[in-house]
């Protein structure tokens, strides 16, 4: 873990990219209820354990876009915001459910001193064993008011996400499902962290044989869900094995008074 400073801006961040290897992952955060056609929305990605930020990532192996309403995709640009998170922003122009997604992309070698190296076996050729990361997160960000609809799957090699869209509200019934390259994971480990009024909290659920898990949101606040697997995938001179993890987050409001 060392402080690195861009070299495009003065500010410095402390790198835990490396610790992706013994759990760490991003995710977005969009801290409000919903966006306006014409206003810039701003997206916060952070990195560090179960919605817990630790340091910083590195740019390298990132890549984001948002996909509109009528599923046209746009890249995005991933500007610096403070120490412990980037900025990623767009203007939307209609009104409906936007998806905001970043992939990183990142190699790990084991060498016979069991120690990673970064990098994959092309510049390790005597590593134990090379380790393709992926890690997929996402967010959902409702232009408009009082939006509801089916989200639609973005692409990736993991989709981890609800099903349709409404306004979340605690005590709400919401089910995530988890895919892996179009296929529905049944058992999959879903980690649930949320922060809300008594501060941060998590929990287990395990997906079903369709791939679904119910998650009763008990309290309001900024809600995350993640799912990681790994499988055995040779590919000569480069990795042994992939290392998939996915993430969605999304905001839940408090009961409306009856």
Known sequence: MIKVKNCLSNISFRDTTDLLVYGHEGWLEFPRTHGHAGKKAEVFLKWGHNMQTDGLCRQE???????????????LGIEDGFPDYYVLSFVPEMEGLYQVVVQLDDFYSIDIEGKFRHGSRREWPGAVESVFYTQVYRTIIPVGHNLTGVINPVGTIMEIGPREWIGWQAGSDLEIEVF???????GQEVIIAWNGPDGYRSSVAMTDEKGVTTVNLQEPGQYMFLARTSFPEKVADSH??????GTVTLLVTGRKPE
Request: glycine share 8%; no cysteine.
């Open 61 to 75: 192996g990132l890549k984001a876009w948002v996909i509109n309403p009528a599923g046209e995709k746009q890249e």
């Open 180 to 186: 892996l390259n179009n296929q529905a994971i049944a």
């Open 240 to 245: 042994d094995k992939r290392s998939v993890t």
